[in-house]
Structures are given as C-alpha cells and as structure tokens.
C-alpha cells in the first residue's frame, strides 16, 4: 500500500473519530442522561453550547474534506501517479487536518482558516502532481 493510501485509511479514523467526539460533545455522553441520549434515536437533543457547536462544525468541514482528498487520493492512485508532489501534498493535507480539528474547538478563528488553507494547499498540490 502507498503511503497516500496509507493517509487515506488515517484521514478516515480521524474523520470518524471528529464525528464521534462532537456527538458525544453534545449529548455529554460521558453523564448518565447524555449516555441514554447517545444510545437513544438523538430526538429532542438539547442546544448545542459553544464547544459542542465548534466540534460538530470542526466534523462537518472534516468529513467534507476527507470527500475531497480521497477522490484525489484515489485518482492519483488509479493513474499511476507517482509524483512526490502527490505524497508531500497528502501528508500536508493529513497533518493540518489534524492541527484543524482541536484549532477548531478551541475557538481560534484566524489560525483555523490559516490552517484550513494550508490544507487546500495539500490538495492542490496533490492534483498538480497528478497533472
């Protein structure tokens, strides 16, 4: 396996794991009553506080971005592309990602879109060295 494929099957845990961690944010699945509304259907969720927010819009952006780096991944993959641009540009996509996520959470804007575009540098360069 390809060390991109490598950082599509991490890109992935940690996409799953943005997802479970803003869930269980936002039902405090870590209480007995957020337990129940964990295991439950989710209806009648209570608001979402400023951090269960973040989280759950850290996810969203995460799983939105995994859409793209994996199609990209899996296109260079599929032609052939073995470019260094290809592998430099996965490993700086993985690594701000996961700089992106506690960014996020924390609530600093400016850093989080600084980081948020050196992740879109990643993908650029990805497909610049597919092309």
Partial sequence: MTPTLMLVIYMAILTWLALLVASLIRVKGWTPSGTLLAL?????????????????????????????????AL??????????????????????????????CAGITYLRTAIWVVSIVGLGMMITGIL
Avoid: C, D, M
Avoid at 41 to 51: H, K, S, V
Avoid at 76 to 81: D, L, V, Y
């Fill in 75 to 104: 296109v260079a993959h599929a032609a052939g592309a073995t470019s260094p641009k290809v592998a430099t540009g996965a490993q700086i996509f993985f690594w701000a990602r996961v700089l992106y996520l506690p960014v996020y």
């Fill in 40 to 72: 439950g259907n989710r209806e009648n969720l209570p608001a979402a506080t400023p951090i269960a927010g973040r989280a759950e819009r850290a996810a969203r952006n995460t799983l939105e971005n995994f859409v793209l780096f994996a199609a990209i």
